[in-house]
C-alpha cells in the first residue's frame, strides 16, 4: 500500500485485531494478502517501465491530497472532472515537488489550468481516459509513475467514479497488450 493514510489505516487496523485477540502472525498474513479495492491507489500491473495506478475514487481534494503526498519520484498526474468548488492551494508544493506533467481530463479544466499552470512544466487537457493515457504514455520516462487521482466528480464524460477507473485501467491495459 502506498500513502501514509493507508499506513495509518493499517496501523488502526493492527491495533484493533490485537484487543480482538489476532495472534501476530495471522495479523501479519493478513497485511501480506491484502489487496486493496478497485479505484483506490489501485496499482496497474504493466511491463512498460512505468507504474500505473488508478485513484478514481479521490474525487476531491483530501483524497487527492493523500494520494500526491504518497509519490516519491518523478510523476504525471491525471486529474480533473466537475469541479465541487475545489480549493487546489494545498496540492500545489506536492505537484512542484513531484509532477513534472499534469493532464486534465474533463470537459471544463479551466480551474485546474488556472491552478496548476506555472507549478508544473507541461499542462496538457483531453476529454476521455484512453487519450489521458496516451497523453501519459508519451511524456512518461522509465521509472515514472502515473497517477490518476482525478479530485473532482466524474459526471461530466463517465457514469461515476467506477467507469472513469475502468475505462482508465482499460486503456492502460490496452497499451501494454
Known sequence: LRG?????NALFAVRIA???G???KEIQLALDSFIPAPHRMELIPTTDGRTWINDSKATNVDATYFALE???GSTIWIAGGTDKGNDYDVLVPFVRENVHTLICMGADNTKLVEAFTGAVDTLLECSSAAAAVVFAHHRANKGDTILMSPCCASFDLFNNYIDRGDQFRTAVKNLNA
Request: hydrophobic share 45%; net charge neutral.
Open 4 to 8: 501514509r493514510h493507508n499506513a495509518l
Open 18 to 20: 490485537l484487543q480482538l
Open 22 to 24: 489476532v495472534n501476530e
Open 70 to 72: 504518497s509519490m516519491t
